[in-house]
């Protein structure tokens, strides 16, 4: 690493060294709970401190931490392979996507890059339960090479989660194209009461009980979003006044306001 130390290595360290200075004390009779009083730490982290016999154990799990970066690696391997290794310019070209980092943590991302150290293939994306998701619920044809092949990996290694995508995929799918058949949302129930998993089974029950309204929600084109907009508005009108005013000037508002 170049320069000072990032800061929350250099805390991870130092945190380190005052834990164990003191952890001599335990045998003493002084316990954890004493030495995070201390420190003003939680007893857990200083648990999680002291069991580290070395610093490295905690500065892996620091610096490996997700990154505001993570959704743009393979994006920023594909222009530094074409020869664009301006951070500036690269973080401009990512907040476009959406980044809302700064240019920095774009500099520590490409750092290995400018030390030579070029993965031969993309970088894999960053796998967190959100991301994971999000593969499963969007259409397959949208999901590019990489994002697939994670996922058949994923699916491979679990197969409670390939059961769990593969239902998932067909509510998805009947939900996007509104699928007038009455059968095919029985039939899925009925797959999932025999072999879902239990977090399924527990969803396909909620829809039984509330099987009118999801057909409806499924084969016809009204919908109830202008009525849930206008509860979110006199929800926001009411918190805005909420020990200011009374139900007159709260009834005054909501007619009159946009």
Known sequence: ???????????????????HERIERIERGDSLRAI????????????RFARAADVQQLLGAATDRPSMVDDYRLYLHHRWMEGCTNAAAL???IQQLGYR?????????????????????????????????????????QLTDTERKCLDELC??????????????????????RRSEHLALDVWLADVRLDGQR??????????????????ALTTTHTSGAVEGNVTRIKLLKRQMYGRAN????????????
């Open 1 to 19: 690493m170049h320069g000072r130390p990032r800061p929350l290595v250099a805390r991870t360290r130092e945190r380190h060294a005052q834990i």
């Open 36 to 47: 995070a009083r201390e420190l003003h730490l939680s007893r857990g982290t200083v648990l």
């Open 91 to 93: 973080t401009r070209e």
């Open 101 to 141: 980092g700064d240019v920095n943590t774009v500099r520590r991302h490409l750092r290995p890059y400018r030390t030579g150290a070029i993965p031969a293939d993309a970088p894999l994306p960053h796998l967190t339960v959100r991301r994971v998701t999000d593969w499963i619920m969007r259409r397959p044809e």
């Open 156 to 177: 491979e290694r679990s197969p409670e989660l390939a059961t769990t995508t593969q239902y998932a995929q067909r509510l998805a799918s009947m939900v996007r194209e």
């Open 199 to 216: 977090e399924l089974r527990t969803l396909a029950a909620g829809i039984r009980r509330d099987r009118a309204a999801v057909l409806a």
């Open 247 to 258: 139900f007159d000037l709260l009834r005054r508002r909501i007619l009159l306001s946009p």
